[in-house]
């Protein structure tokens, strides 16, 4: 039986209000009202936005929230590709983000169509808390990375109040997972990735690694 969180990305109403009205509300919860979610997602659009002829993949893109900033600065062979088992979150992409350079496709986070080293950047941003069996998915994230690619996942962190009693009922019963503040970091850690970051913020936190260059 599918969660609350899942049925919710999957209709075709929520898909529309999802990236205007929902999302960044949200975001904000993640800061427990403060701004420190939101204003490192500024920073990281700005950052996604640079320039250069890098390949894209945006792991459970939904409505295509990140896509214009990622290829915005894309030159060259530069490509961004968004990916999510949604239907509704893909047609929503479609019709508000396509663009040059920009491809939307449908398949499954856990079993990736791509072969290993495909992408420069691999993003898994406020998504992986509502992926069934969320770990293989960084699994996948590393596997698909190139030699000195980066991946970025902002997700949940269990830390102020996701660490009361009573939380994880409730996530339980949404779907949402709170990831351990360390879960992330030491999974690509295993992995064997590099320069492995982490912001927290509020409840969310971000986090940045690399895989070895050949």
């Not at 209709?11 to 209000?17: A, L």
């Not at 979150?89 to 496709?105: H, K, P």
């Not at 269990?158 to 009573?166: E, K, Q, V, W």
């Amino acid at each position: 039986m599918s969660s609350i969180a899942q049925r919710m990305m999957g209709n075709p109403v929520f898909s529309q209000v999802y990236e205007r009205a929902w999302r960044p509300l949200f975001t904000r919860g993640f800061s427990l009202g403060a701004s420190d979610t939101a204003d490192y997602d500024r920073a990281l659009r700005a950052y996604l936005a640079r320039p250069g002829e890098r390949t894209v993949l945006d792991i459970a893109c939904g409505p295509g929230n990140y896509s214009a900033d990622a290829s915005r600065g894309l030159t060259g062979d530069g490509r961004y590709i968004g990916i999510d088992f949604s239907a509704s979150m893909l047609a929503q992409a479609v019709r508000d983000n396509s663009a040059d350079r920009v491809a939307f496709l449908r398949g499954d986070a856990h079993r990736l169509p791509f072969a290993d080293g495909t992408f420069d950047t691999v993003l898994c941003l406020a998504a992986l808390y509502l992926i069934p069996d969320p770990l293989p998915v960084l699994d996948e994230m590393a596997r698909v990375c190139a030699p000195g690619g980066e991946a970025i996942v902002f997700t949940t962190s269990r830390t102020s109040i996701a660490a009361l009693p009573g939380a994880d009922a409730l996530t339980a019963l949404s779907g949402l997972r709170i990831f351990g503040v360390r879960e992330i970091t030491e999974r690509f850690a295993a992995l064997g990735m590099e320069h492995v970051e982490q912001t927290v913020t509020g409840v969310g936190q971000f986090v940045h690694a690399r895989r070895p260059a050949e």
